[in-house]
């Protein structure tokens, strides 16, 4: 049973530039949700999309923008980058229990933008 | 907005000593409580969840958590640590809402575990 996938691990960008990250979620997980960990911080949460719809979203700039597929993966676009976008991403996937909602995340990818 | 406040940002233990880590959250409304832990180059893994009932839980590798409504608190224990759970553990709270479930997480606490 393959838990959550990301690609690619790392990556490295130059300010301004655009970048894809790519999650496959747990097998029979509907739900993705991605979230930012700068170095020395608790993860952040980005927003979530449930059926191909973003549910809900963080304070995070328009700058952010995602999509998820019909086969529940999800991609995690970034435009324009900043220094300050350099982290770890984390997609996170579940299925939503409706009050007993359980995140399984994945390794991440560590985005470095110089 | 929730927040989660972790007190301990580094925690330095003996083998064998007893652990407990603070985390508090601001809420007033139902949430569900977790504890994660990130190993060094490893992904998030859950140690233990509290959705309802019991406020004692057990997670895996022998940690507890207390969850103390009065006190919005959901403490994370162990009674004798091990040097392999050298990590850093993450308190968070999650809200269900209708169509979404949101992580707010604390900053962390770094734990070293000498020998």
């Known amino acids: 049973d393959a838990g959550v996938t990301q690609s690619p691990t790392h990556l490295i960008k130059t300010r301004g530039q655009q970048v894809t990250l790519r999650c496959s979620p747990k097998?029979?997980?509907?739900?993705v949700s991605w979230y930012q960990q700068a170095l020395g911080q608790g993860p952040q949460f980005i927003f979530q999309y449930y059926e191909e719809e973003e549910r809900q979203r963080g304070n995070f700039p328009d700058r952010f923008s995602g999509h998820q597929f019909p086969n529940y993966s999800s991609e995690l676009n970034v435009n324009a980058l900043l220094l300050g976008d350099s982290a770890l991403y984390l997609c996170?996937?579940?299925?939503?229990?409706?009050?007993?909602?359980?995140?399984?995340f994945g390794q991440g990818t560590r985005l470095t933008v110089v | 907005a929730q927040s989660v406040s972790q007190h301990n940002h580094h925690v330095i233990l003996s083998e064998a000593a007893s652990l407990e880590l603070g985390c508090n959250y601001s809420?007033?409304?139902?949430?569900?409580l977790f504890w994660y832990v990130q190993y060094p180059g490893q992904h998030l893994q859950l140690l233990l969840k509290y959705f309802s009932g019991d406020p004692l839980v057990k997670g895996i590798k022998g940690f507890e958590a207390e969850f103390i409504k009065s006190k919005f608190s959901f403490n994370l224990r162990k009674p004798s640590v091990q040097w392999s759970d050298t990590a850093e553990y993450f308190c968070?709270?999650?809200?269900?809402?209708?169509?979404?479930?949101?992580?707010?997480f604390g900053t962390g606490t770094r734990l070293q575990v000498t020998l």
């Open positions: 996170a996937s579940s299925f939503f229990l409706g009050g007993r909602t359980e995140a399984f």
């Open positions: 097998s029979g997980h509907d739900t």
């Open positions: 968070a709270v999650g809200r269900d809402t209708g169509t979404a479930s949101k992580l707010t």
């Open positions: 809420y007033g409304g139902t949430v569900n």
